[in-house]
């Protein structure tokens, strides 16, 4: 079966660093994404990784890790509002994303 | 721009009745998708399209039903709501069917009772 693991809840303290790992078990693999969900909104996009390797996008930076299975997601920074849930998403052997249930981050001042 | 529309934004509806969830586009996207998101659990797609004129079924397409009869619209029918579809259903659409970025409508909260 496909599985898509991630931990359910992290807290953290506003200007410290976060990291959210990611896992998972898919038919295929054709990309990884990570979207960002305040509560009572829509996903929106932060990443997406194809290749080993970090990508870094301004206070955020994806990891991935093809042979392992694995990703994290790093939250430089942290401010007040990027209290959300953070969603890790697979792209599959038929192009179907696959989705974690998400981690959702407190950050506490 | 609006990017992606849904209507309506929250909805009661009595089991056994139907309803259609309405979603719109206007980037022009080829692929379109139907999810449902409940607490704990991640986004379950109920059914998508590649393009104009072709739909699939998702991981969830018992009791749901799509068209797409033109690249902007993909409205998704319950034709007998039961409790068990009290969700939260998101439209989300991709330029192309190959490269999921994937951009999500506001949501339509359905209770079904």
């Known amino acids: 079966g496909q599985n898509i693991d991630q931990p359910t809840e992290m807290t953290a303290t506003e200007g410290a660093i976060v990291q959210i790992n990611c896992t998972y078990q898919?038919?295929?693999?054709?990309?990884l994404f990570w979207y960002q969900q305040h509560a009572g909104e829509a996903p929106t996009f932060l990443s997406y990784?194809?290749l080993d390797g970090l990508e870094e996008k301004g206070r955020f930076s994806s990891f991935l890790s093809r042979s392992k299975g694995y990703s994290y997601l790093l939250l430089k920074e942290l401010q007040m509002k990027d209290s959300a849930s953070y969603l890790c998403?697979?792209?599959?052997?038929?192009?179907?994303?696959?989705w974690g249930a998400g981690t959702k981050l407190i950050i506490k001042p | 721009t609006a990017g992606i529309t849904q209507a309506p934004t929250s909805q009661i509806l009595a089991a056994g009745r139907s309803m259609t969830l309405r979603c719109t586009q206007d980037?022009?996207?080829?692929?379109m998708y139907w999810y449902r998101q409940d607490l704990g659990l991640g986004l379950r797609l109920i059914h998508y399209?590649?393009?104009?004129?072709?739909?699939g079924k998702g991981e969830v397409p018992d009791g749901y039903s799509v068209s797409r009869a033109n690249t902007d619209d993909f409205p998704l029918t319950l034709a007998s709501a039961v409790p068990s579809q009290t969700s939260v259903y998101f439209c989300?659409?991709?330029?192309?069917?190959?490269?999921?970025?994937?951009?999500f409508g506001p949501g339509t909260r359905l209770t079904v009772l």
């Open positions: 998403a697979v792209t599959d052997s038929n192009y179907q994303l696959i």
């Open positions: 990784n194809v």
């Open positions: 898919t038919s295929g693999f054709n990309g």
């Open positions: 980037m022009r996207h080829n692929a």
């Open positions: 399209s590649n393009t104009a004129g072709t739909t």
């Open positions: 989300a659409s991709s330029d192309s069917w190959d490269y999921n970025e994937q951009f």
